[in-house]
């Protein structure tokens, strides 16, 4: 009885292994990189740099928030808002 279990798990494990990919590899792209070429000669440049320009950007503050003015009621077991205008 042992030996057969371990021969089934033996089988398994050996099939699992190969039905994984493991033992075998796996193809692998060969990328080739290309010479960066310098240059021999001097380098001219035919047109100006860009103008650089400034952007400025103005903000202007946002009012203070107004606190809500809602009624709280204590039901005896937590507070419940009660909305509406109140004065």
């Known amino acids: 009885m042992k030996r057969q279990i371990l021969r089934v798990l033996l ?3 050996i099939g ?3 039905a994984s ?3 075998c ?3 692998v792209a ?3 990189k290309t010479e960066v070429l310098t240059p021999t000669g001097p ?3 035919s047109s100006k740099y860009p103008v650089r320009t400034n952007e400025v950007v103005i903000v202007q503050p946002t009012p203070a928030p107004k606190p809500d003015e809602t ?3 204590f039901t005896g077991i937590r507070w419940v808002r009660v909305s ?3 004065d």
Do not use: E, N
Request: charged content about 10%.
């Open 11 to 13: 089988t398994g494990g």
């Open 43 to 45: 380098i001219i440049v």
């Open 84 to 86: 509406g205008q109140w």
């Open 16 to 18: 699992a292994f190969f």
């Open 30 to 32: 060969v990328v080739k």
């Open 25 to 27: 590899p796996k193809p």
């Open 71 to 73: 009624l709280w009621y």
């Open 21 to 23: 990919g493991c033992c």
